[in-house]
């Protein structure tokens, strides 16, 4: 990208003297460090981090998801499933996942985290609400196990170990264990709730 202000339409000619032509070398040199001292040129951005291990869900054993699917009415093509201690279902917008349970980090009487529709979550699951958690038709939800991934039209589950469950969708994902939670959310975004602070997360997430 070209720096803000600056417009580059073809090579730089270096300009002629009686004597000798400058060398380019040396002209672009010039030319870089008066456009930093004048702030035109940006240093190049720092690479971004990798994620955690608990949403690299390529290295996780996918599944048929089909057999994770309600197809009964009242559950409106929901996908659920049973990872340890949470009970997770995908849709039945695309962009919608939430699982049922509370972690250490999660406010009292919480009853689980949910992203609806890519636009907004993670957010806690208060009593009181209307939010479906479970199938309305007794649908039993098989169990993801530790190793396995799901994938619902671009949302993916996976448990990267035991009564730990990681979910992302296009720009959003939570990680959750017994003892803290991890929320991921665009830059700037307000809808959403917050992280814990860093001393209650494991080493390699703060």
């Not at 939010?131 to 671009?154: C, D, E, N, W």
């Not at 992302?168 to 809808?191: C, E, M, Q, V």
Request: hydrophobic letters at 40%; glycine letters at 8%; a positive charge.
């Amino acid at each position: 990208m070209a720096p803000r202000g600056l417009w580059w339409n073809g090579p730089v000619r270096a300009p002629m003297s009686p004597s000798r032509p400058r060398p380019l070398a040396a002209l672009l040199v010039l030319l870089t460090l008066t456009l930093v001292a004048a702030g035109l040129l940006a240093a190049p951005p720092a690479a971004a981090a990798p994620p955690p291990p608990e949403l690299r869900f390529g290295s996780f054993a996918p599944v048929n998801a089909a057999k994770y699917q309600s197809l009964r009415f009242a559950d409106d093509g929901r996908t659920f499933f049973v990872a340890g201690q949470w009970r997770c279902q995908i849709g039945p917008r695309p962009g919608s996942v939430a699982c049922q349970g509370r972690p250490a980090t999660a406010p009292p009487r919480t009853k689980g985290v949910a992203i609806t529709n890519d636009l907004q979550g993670p957010l806690w699951v208060p009593p009181g609400t209307t939010y479906r958690f479970g199938s309305q038709a007794g649908f039993r939800a098989p169990v993801l196990k530790v190793g396995q991934r799901i994938t619902v039209a671009g949302t993916v589950c996976a448990v990267p170990r035991r009564n730990v469950v990681s979910c992302a969708t296009n720009n959003r994902a939570f990680i959750l264990s017994r003892a803290w939670h991890k929320f991921y959310y665009p830059k700037g975004d307000r809808r959403h709730n917050a992280n814990p602070a860093p001393k209650y997360l494991p080493p390699h997430l703060r």
